[in-house]
């Protein structure tokens, strides 16, 4: 699991194909101090498996279908990425809780500079993610959690930037028609299911009643 709130923006120093999938070298300007081979880090908001470690730079496998549903398709040598470690159960849930498990890309539509903000409008996404998508909710992008501002139907999805959060991630760097990750929220999702379970079970109990000729 993760919070949404990035540590540090890696600079990726390598990308390697290797069988299924790609050997994805990353340089932290700042060696985190208490890595291990086999722990978790999201890079841009995916669940990656630490598979080796050398001073400042970490090295990850990513199966070919992690790259084929995520923007590190796109990545090249010298991009910036934004890094997370796993959260400690001991730790304080400051941003939402994030699995790592991105859904989709979306494309940036526009960029616009608010007094001492930044508006950013992402694409909404052309499948069923668009309902977990409302005003005020969180959501997952590059794996910074964010706060959706407004929702243009059928348009787009706006999050509103402070410096602080345009300074600590890749987003500064971020141009219109730039792909990000997206993660909707998962507590969303849960509630949908159990929703769902529950029409399942009061259908189920009608035809019980049914067959026995209660009804």
Do not use: W
């Not at 841009?44 to 070919?64: D, H, K, P």
């Not at 959260?87 to 940036?108: A, P, Q, Y």
């Not at 608010?114 to 950013?120: D, L, W």
Request: with cysteine.
């Amino acid at each position: 699991m993760f919070t949404g709130l990035i540590e540090q923006v890696g600079v990726v120093n390598g990308i390697n194909k290797i069988n299924d999938g790609y050997l994805l070298n990353i340089l932290c300007h700042t060696p985190f101090d208490d890595l291990k081979i086999g722990n978790s880090i999201a890079v841009n908001g995916v669940c990656l498996t630490i598979e080796n470690f050398e001073n400042s730079n970490v090295y990850f496998f990513g199966a070919q279908n992690t790259f084929n549903i995520t923007n590190l398709k796109y990545l090249k040598i010298n991009d910036k990425v934004n890094l997370e470690r796993a959260l400690k159960l001991s730790s304080r849930l400051d941003g939402h809780i994030l699995t790592g498990h991105v859904e989709t890309i979306v494309k940036i539509v526009e960029i616009q500079k608010n007094m001492n903000t930044f508006i950013f409008k992402f694409e909404l996404p052309n499948n069923n993610l668009n309902k977990y998508i409302c005003n005020k909710g969180s959501i997952g992008i590059n794996g910074i959690s964010l706060t959706i501002s407004n929702i243009e139907k059928n348009k787009y999805f706006e999050s509103i930037i402070i410096h602080h959060t345009l300074d600590k991630t890749n987003l500064k760097y971020l141009e219109i028609g730039n792909y990000v990750n997206i993660e909707t929220d998962i507590l969303a999702k849960y509630v949908e299911n159990m929703l769902n379970l529950n029409k399942k079970e009061e259908k189920l109990d009608y035809n019980k009643l049914n067959e026995y000729g209660f009804i």
